[in-house]
């Protein structure tokens, strides 16, 4: 212990400062010592009763009191500490609007608003928000009150400087959607951005589904492009209602647009989608929509760039279209047209997306020089058409590294693949210099996957993963 926690032992006056373990005092010199603060101490161990002592010298004079904790009880305990807090007018006033929300009970919740304000109880943003999420929840085109005492209160969050949220402008852009103002619904959307908000997916719904209501296209338009900007994704109920709005306003490109989006982001459409896909077949728009003569080339250069079955070159050909429902045979073949479902791929674009954010992951944690070599060798020798992880190959079902399990997959890849190239096999340097790998027919297999510009072995340290 140093100094200034205990006396030193060798101190002739040890024994005598060292009566109760509940206060030490530091020996700082010849003839002077100075007291501690209270030290806390095990009950077992707290001392019966206290002592104080007052010793002068010619050099100082120090007063010392040696207590136990016992006697001092000026520090309010922490359960009263803790039940003050949770007995503030903050704090009730927050648990009575809660309950309040799970009841769905407006008028008490405006009641106790009221009552908070009339006694200068301080309202917080989440205050705000569940009496806003209320008045929004409730109101409508015909309820004036509702909508009144929303834009009330949420003006006075403004007087009272408290900061909104994602959660304030959503409730507020519902209140101006069931006040049938999509406009000013829109505006609060963009409003949240000089507050450094992103907007999520349920801000945009009382704008988009306002102006859609509306017939308001371009208005809908600029609401969609809006979330693209801001990587929103759009959902079914979004697309459906864009769908809708396109088709009535016989906006053909648009339909279009919207029908793929739709393809590619909802994975199984819901009966109310499924109508208003057959709608925009059977209508007389739809069969005046295509093109009477097309790049056949184009075409399938654009199934191939759009990973097949989707070509994105338009409406192509005129005429009624034919609409029925059927059901697709275990192996993909259309009951009604005899023919089958072809193979789609993800586009060049997400392609090349996925490609750049593994990549980057891959820069961030791996030794950076590692992968970027890599790269460059890949740019080299690939591309490939397909991509072997060795070491999960080589010990599927085997105790032991099995290089014929591997070599076995290896030339079956090398049959299928159409410009008769074989695959990528990835190893790790370990696999490929150590252990089974010195084998003369395993040294011999990897040599020819190596000239081959086939293998490539990941140095130590790395995940071959990557």
């Not at 100094?3 to 373990?21: E, V």
Request: glycine share 6%; proline share 5%; with cysteine.
């Amino acid at each position: 212990m140093t100094h200034r926690m205990a006396l030193i032992k060798t101190s002739p006056l040890f024994h005598l400062f060292c009566k109760t373990p509940s206060a030490l005092s530091s020996y700082t010199g010849p003839n002077c010592f100075k007291s501690l603060k209270p030290i806390m101490i095990h009950p077992k161990f707290q001392p019966q009763n206290t002592f104080s002592m007052t010793k002068t010298t010619n050099l100082c004079t120090t007063s010392a009191i040696l207590q136990g904790p016992s006697s001092s009880s000026s520090a309010v305990p922490h359960k009263s500490r803790k039940k003050a807090r949770s007995e503030s007018p903050e704090i009730l006033l927050r648990f009575k609007l809660d309950q309040c929300s799970k009841r769905g009970d407006l008028g008490e919740a405006l009641r106790i608003y009221d009552e908070a304000r009339a006694d200068n109880v301080p309202l917080s943003v989440h205050h705000y928000n569940v009496l806003l999420y209320l008045c929004s929840a409730r109101s409508n085109s015909s309820d004036d009150i509702s909508l009144e005492k929303g834009f009330q209160i949420f003006k006075q969050m403004g007087l009272d400087n408290v900061v909104p949220n994602e959660a304030t402008f959503t409730s507020a852009a519902r209140l101006a959607a069931a006040k049938e103002d999509p406009e000013m619904a829109f505006d609060l959307v963009k409003k949240m951005e000089s507050y450094g908000i992103v907007p999520k997916l349920r801000s945009y719904g009382p704008a988009l589904f306002g102006f859609c209501k509306k017939s308001m296209a371009d208005k809908a338009f600029e609401v969609d492009a809006h979330m693209v900007e801001n990587g929103v994704l759009a959902e079914e109920e979004e697309l459906l209602t864009l769908l809708r709005l396109s088709s009535e306003e016989n906006l053909v490109e648009k339909t279009y647009e919207f029908m793929h989006r739709m393809r590619s982001t909802v994975r199984q459409v819901s009966e109310e989608t499924a109508g208003a896909m057959e709608d925009w077949f059977k209508s007389e728009t739809a069969a005046d929509a295509g093109l009477k003569n097309w790049d056949v080339e184009k075409v399938k250069e654009g199934m191939v760039k759009g990973g097949g079955g989707w070509h994105g070159q338009g409406w192509l050909g005129k005429g009624k279209w034919s609409v029925v429902r059927t059901e697709m045979q275990e192996n993909g073949v259309c009951h009604s047209c005899g023919e089958k479902l072809v193979c789609i791929d993800i586009d060049p674009k997400e392609t090349e997306n996925f490609a750049n954010s593994v990549a980057k992951l891959a820069c961030e944690r791996e030794v950076r020089a590692d992968f970027v070599k890599f790269q460059e060798w890949l740019a080299k020798h690939g591309p490939f058409d397909a991509v072997i992880d060795g070491a999960n190959l080589g010990l599927i079902n085997q105790k032991h590294f099995s290089f014929q399990q591997l070599k076995h997959v290896v030339n079956q890849l090398h049959q299928m693949s159409k410009s008769n190239r074989l695959p990528l096999v990835i190893l790790h340097r370990s696999r490929v210099f150590g252990g089974p790998a010195q084998y003369p027919n395993n040294k011999k297999l990897l040599e020819s996957w190596r000239n081959a510009g086939a293998l490539y072995a990941t140095p130590p340290g790395s995940n071959d993963d990557w």
